[in-house]
């Protein structure tokens, strides 16, 4: 039988990457980036095979595309084990951030451990409950706010589109803050509509709502990724201060995609100066480095 993960190529030297073609501002910061090392347990059943991105390797890159922050957000391939997470934040230091994943069962004590070493975030692992019935993961979400309220925390959702469409009359008066990864992964292929997307812009223009521009091939899918320009044009038009930029490195299972040139939407998406420094610096600064 044929493996039930995927094959993850190897990383791209970080100089093959393609270099802004705008100025990236200071204290730019990329929301969205994975790493993994050995000697750190996996789940059992990853996704996907090892692949070779490690922390030094994740630097070059953003060395060499002149960002300067970072916001690890915990994979799947490491469950709620967030090891490595707290040894990444620990090397790098205090300009890199994180967001976790933990148990239902996750003391208080390790959450502000957690917070202590940079954490501001829990990750909601919606693709694993998207059979659930809307009133559980109502109250599942319900449930981590109450964790993530405390500390300042955000939650942030990595949902598939579907599972975002149907919770859409619900967030739209949640009212602590929430990340929706990916553009909202309202792929069209998904069955999902323009009107779908319409409600979307709703939710972003008046709840509190970010949305993070990161992942665009994932729905684009086997479209250029000029096939989804004009969802991040609409983005930035209806709220580009709640807008926060992610690399989704080392975008699995893709290693050779160019980090560069995801970088480089932004260039067509958000052509004002001042809506990229937003995107780039001041979310991200609320976000991640305000307390």
Not at 107 to 120: I, N, Q, W, Y
Request: aromatic share 10%; hydrophobic share 40%.
């Amino acid at each position: 039988m044929p493996p039930k993960f995927a094959y993850t190529l190897p990383m791209r030297a970080a100089e093959t990457n393609t270099l802004p073609r705008y100025r990236i501002p200071a204290n730019s910061c990329d929301t969205h980036f994975h790493v993994f090392e050995p000697g750190y347990p996996a789940v059992s059943n990853p996704q996907y095979t090892f692949p070779d991105a490690t922390i030094d390797a994740y630097l070059r890159v953003t060395d060499w595309l002149g960002i300067s922050r970072m916001v690890l957000v915990q994979p799947t391939y490491y469950g709620t084990d967030n090891s490595l997470l707290l040894d990444t934040m620990h090397k790098i230091g205090p300009r890199c951030r994180g967001v976790a994943r933990i148990e239902d069962d996750t003391t208080d004590e390790e959450l502000d451990r957690f917070h202590e070493a940079g954490v501001r975030a829990l990750r909601l692992d919606l693709f694993a409950r998207a059979k659930w019935p809307i009133e559980d993961l109502i109250g599942y979400i319900r449930a981590m706010a109450a964790r993530t309220r405390p500390r300042g925390w955000h939650l942030q959702f990595y949902s598939p589109g579907v599972v975002v469409r149907n919770l859409l009359p619900f967030l739209a008066d949640l009212e602590d803050t929430f990340v929706i990864d990916h553009m909202g992964y309202m792929k069209a292929a998904d069955g999902l509509t323009d009107a779908d997307f319409g409600t979307l812009l709703e939710v972003l223009k008046g709840g509190n709502c970010y949305i993070k521009l990161s992942g665009p091939y994932r729905v684009a899918g086997d479209k250029p990724l000029s096939a989804v320009e004009h969802l991040g044009r609409a983005l930035v038009q209806a709220r580009p201060d709640r807008l926060i930029w992610g690399s989704d490195w080392p975008h699995l299972p893709n290693g050779r995609r160019d980090t560069g040139e995801l970088l480089n939407l932004l260039e067509d998406w958000a052509p004002d100066e001042a809506d990229r420094r937003q995107i780039l610096v001041e979310a991200p600064r609320r976000l991640f480095y305000s307390h």
